[in-house]
């Protein structure tokens, strides 16, 4: 295969206008497309029964998250304590410039941290924290610092 575009990962989201926020003003992601996927497309796919909004966010690094929001909110998903208790996809991770100031921000819209806040400490050569977004997904923001061994 010879991959054309960037990959694209499905969020499903409860509160649409609450998790776009916390994407763009959290994450840095900027909103490229929306659209109103119909029912009759949606069954087909087996993505919803009633059809969904889809809202493509591009990362600051031009991979493509999309929210999409049925009209019957979907079930949170269970909180396990480790994230490879269960298949599918664990987490995303975010490498940024400044883990401290961009954690700050995401708990102030809601973020909850689910890491060893001593992993940011940066001893291993990289700062990094795992948190939940506002409805549970799982984000890890990596660092790369130094080697202070170095």
């Given amino acids: 295969m010879q991959q054309i575009a960037p990959i694209e990962v499905g969020l499903p989201v409860i ?13 840095g992601c900027e909103e490229v497309r929306r659209a ?8 087909a796919i087996k993505t919803s029964a009633s059809g ?3 809202v493509w966010l591009r990362t600051p690094n031009g991979e493509v998250i999309k929210l999409v929001s049925p009209p019957q909110a979907p079930h949170r998903a269970e909180r396990l ?5 269960r298949t599918g996809f664990a987490y995303l991770t975010f490498y940024c410039s400044n883990l401290e100031a ?12 689910r890491s060893d806040r001593a992993l940011l400490s940066g001893d291993i050569g990289l700062k990094m924290v795992f948190f939940e977004d506002p409805e549970g997904n799982v984000i890890e923001l990596v660092e790369p610092v130094a080697d202070p061994r170095s």
């Fill in 15 to 27: 509160d649409l206008q609450r998790m776009l926020s916390f994407y763009c003003e959290v994450l």
């Fill in 36 to 43: 109103d996927i119909p029912a009759d497309l949606s069954r």
């Fill in 52 to 54: 969904y909004i889809n």
């Fill in 81 to 85: 304590e480790q994230s490879s208790e």
């Fill in 102 to 113: 961009v954690l700050a921000t995401a708990e102030s819209q809601g973020a909850v941290v």
